[in-house]
């Protein structure tokens, strides 16, 4: 018994498509738990009033930014290296996942920037280097759709996945050397002096793992399709052969 | 690898197109940035070591496409392919001669027109230097988007889109030393990081977007 063997489509499939019900339904409750706790349950902030809340949309979908595009970078591994194709679709299948999770990023960042900071946008260099993040998902989403042969584009997408990740690190470093920030430092960490209270922080942690459980779900949902439709391409293919 | 690079040094500049056509447009982006923006000596001085630098990554990107498209279209690729000479040597060779043929006259270009911008004059030993530094990696990054779409009908566009990304952190450090330099700081920082972009490009890029044409050829 060896992780490899969900490698094998067909046993993707069977183990994929009874853990998607469990998984989809965790995932709509811890959401729905987390946010209507976070929205409704907890007090305003004496600085910030109620736009504080929008924290609980925010912090984890810029987590599950960089966490998609990390899956994205181990799987394009697991593919150079194995040549398991279950791999190469599922980071095809999370790209715009993760896009999605960093628009959404820095929308609601905007949003609760304009009445805070006083601007919609400014070149603080987190922002900036999501702004960059969100251009290499694009980059990377359009390679995919270009190049017509699958096992080329899962060879080209993948280099570009080992590349763009050192740059966007670079990237991240850069930023912070071009600009000063507005945005705040980190208030999460387990090692930090200062942290967000308890308050906030335990609704923020559900939130966060219901994120994680959606991306799961919408993962395994596309992974799924991406193979479905492999295999309807190969019949077709059978059948103008016969 | 002396006569590949010869070879396409002597290709890029006869074919035509390629060769001056990098310089012309650096010269435009210079002409039409104080159009857009007026022509005060106080405001061209602050925004010229950004320009300058746009406008060289921007020219470097126009003739990006010419590294490999060609000899992927006449098959001299899968000679390279089969010579002896690895293709992650013939793919630094190519860059290099992209270099030579496009960054060379950038870095040489680039005080004549930081006189149009009005660069002040403590700036112009540092915008030749860091473009002297950069450049190199703007070639290197860009053979390997190269490499990626080689093989499309169409793929200069996409081309831009991979690669522009990827040029991101060499022109913040570019600019960055030519600012201060412009300003009369140390520039010391910015322009380790930006040697050792360069340097860490160079060494490592060939690797993958010989890789990307490998991939490309099959």
């Given at each position: ?133 969100a251009l290499f998902y694009l980059g990377y989403i359009a390679l995919?759709e270009a ?13 570009l996945?080992?590349?763009g ?78 | ?60 990107l ?83 988007g190269?490499?990626l779409t ?5 793929g200069g566009l996409l081309m831009s889109l991979l690669v522009l990304p990827l040029y ?51």
């Amino acid at each position: 018994m060896s992780i490899w063997e969900y490698a094998n489509p067909k046993k993707f499939m069977q183990t994929s498509g009874f853990l998607l019900p469990w998984v989809t339904g965790l995932s709509v409750l811890t959401l729905v738990v987390g946010l209507v706790w976070g929205f409704f349950l907890t007090p305003d902030a004496d600085k910030f009033g109620s736009t504080v809340k929008i924290i609980y949309l925010h912090v984890p979908a810029a987590m599950m930014a960089i966490s998609a595009w990390t899956m994205m970078l181990v799987t394009s591994l697991i593919w150079l290296v194995r040549r398991h194709h279950v791999s190469a679709l599922a980071a095809k299948a999370a790209a715009p996942i993760g896009l999605m999770f960093t628009v959404i990023g820095l929308v609601t960042g905007a949003i609760w920037g304009q009445p805070m900071w006083g601007t919609w946008w400014a070149w603080d260099p987190r922002l900036t280097s999501f702004l960059i993040l969100a251009l290499f998902y694009l980059g990377y989403i359009a390679l995919w759709e270009a190049v017509e042969n699958p096992d080329t584009a899962a060879d080209l997408t993948s280099v570009l996945a080992i590349v763009g990740s050192v740059f966007a690190f670079l990237s991240r470093y850069a930023v912070l050397f071009w600009n000063q920030g507005l945005h705040q430092g980190a208030s999460l960490s387990l090692d930090a002096k200062e942290n967000v209270s308890d308050v906030y922080w335990l609704p923020l942690l559900v939130c966060i793992a219901g994120f994680v459980l959606l991306f799961v779900t919408l993962v395994l949902i596309r992974t799924r399709t991406e193979i479905r439709s492999r295999r309807v391409q190969a019949l077709i293919a059978r059948e103008r052969l016969a | 690898m002396i006569a590949l690079m010869i070879r396409d040094m002597r290709l890029a500049v006869r074919a035509g197109g390629g060769f001056g056509l990098g310089l012309a447009f650096f010269l435009l982006v210079a002409v039409i940035v104080p159009l857009g923006v007026g022509p005060e000596p106080a405001t061209l001085a602050k925004i010229a070591p950004g320009i300058l630098w746009v406008g060289a990554l921007l020219s470097c990107l126009l003739s990006l496409d010419r590294i490999f498209a060609l000899d992927f279209e006449d098959g001299s690729m899968d000679l390279l392919a089969t010579s002896p000479l690895p293709m992650e040597g013939a793919v630094a060779v190519k860059a290099m001669a992209h270099w030579l043929v496009t960054g060379l006259p950038l870095v040489s270009a680039a005080p004549v027109l930081g006189v149009l911008l009005n660069l002040p004059l403590p700036g112009y030993l540092w915008l030749v230097v860091s473009l002297a530094l950069g450049t190199p990696a703007l070639s290197v990054i860009g053979a390997f988007g190269a490499a990626l779409t080689v093989g499309l009908k169409r793929g200069g566009l996409l081309m831009s889109l991979l690669v522009l990304p990827l040029y991101m952190p060499t022109l913040i450090f570019g600019a960055e030393v030519v600012k201060r330099g412009a300003a009369g700081l140390a520039v010391a920082t910015p322009l380790a990081f930006l040697a050792a972009i360069t340097a860490g490009s160079l060494a490592l890029l060939p690797f993958a977007a010989a890789a990307a044409i490998r991939v490309n050829l099959r």
